[in-house]
């Protein structure tokens, strides 16, 4: 397998524009997260899917966010309008249940 | 809401020695912990996971203790090496009947060769 793939590996946009992150998770694994790191607020789950349904989203900052899992092999993190303050690291990770996740390797966005 | 500590930011040590990472939490009764080790630039990895009802877990040179009473859990790398440095992260399983995690802020180690 090769692993969780996330796409693109780099984002930069001018704010107000719209922003989709994609993610392929890893096949049979049945849990989904999407997370946000900075340096000031580390690791920030954003959203988590279990079987395709969205299962926790209050970490989601506000309605400028949402994410989909239309199948087991696809999510997408859309951000609009996008400001400056979601400049960030994002992750998917995917796993089993009550096992170790595994990572993607990220997308680093940067909005101006 | 639940509070993650990680000893320090950062963590020099010497080739050869063991090194020891402290997690400390609050607010929380995790059913399960985990650590995770991060380079720059990439995604974190999955090294181990230690459930509430186990008191330590080994795989190779990696031993993780978890005492329910203290809050804390210790991650020890013995016989460390420059390939170990990295940034290591620890992370809160949720309670029963949910998946999620919630991450410390990591502790930067450096072996110094």
């Known amino acids: 397998d090769a692993g969780v793939i996330q796409s693109p590996r780099h984002e930069v946009t001018e704010m107000g524009q719209e922003v989709t992150l994609r993610c392929k998770p890893i096949?049979?694994?049945?849990?989904l997260f999407w997370y946000r790191q900075t340096m000031m607020r580390g690791l920030e789950l954003l959203i988590y899917f279990n079987n395709n349904v969205p299962i926790d989203d209050s970490g989601m900052p506000e309605d400028r966010f949402s994410a989909k899992m239309p199948n087991a092999s696809f999510s997408t993190l859309k951000i609009q309008p996008s400001e400056p303050r979601d400049s960030a690291v994002y992750f998917c990770?995917?796993?089993?249940?009550?096992?170790?996740?595994?990572f993607g390797s990220g997308t680093r966005l940067t909005v101006v | 809401s639940q509070k993650i500590e990680q000893n320090s930011e950062a963590l020099n040590i010497q080739e050869g020695k063991t090194a020891t990472l402290t997690c400390n939490y609050t607010?929380?009764?995790?059913?399960?912990l985990q650590w995770y080790r991060q380079d720059p630039g990439r995604g974190p990895v999955f090294l181990l996971l230690?459930?509430?009802?186990?008191k330590e877990k080994r795989k190779e040179r990696l031993k993780v203790t978890f005492d329910t009473t203290l809050k804390q859990s210790l991650f020890h790398i013995t016989a460390s090496q420059p390939a170990d440095s990295a940034t290591y992260l620890c992370?809160?399983?949720?309670?029963?009947?949910?998946?999620?995690?919630?991450f410390g802020t990591g502790t930067r180690l450096t072996v110094i060769p």
């Open positions: 990770a995917s796993s089993l249940s009550d096992t170790g996740y595994t």
């Open positions: 992370a809160l399983g949720a309670q029963t009947g949910a998946n999620n995690l919630f």
């Open positions: 607010n929380y009764s995790p059913a399960y």
């Open positions: 230690i459930r509430e009802n186990e």
């Open positions: 096949s049979g694994h049945d849990y």
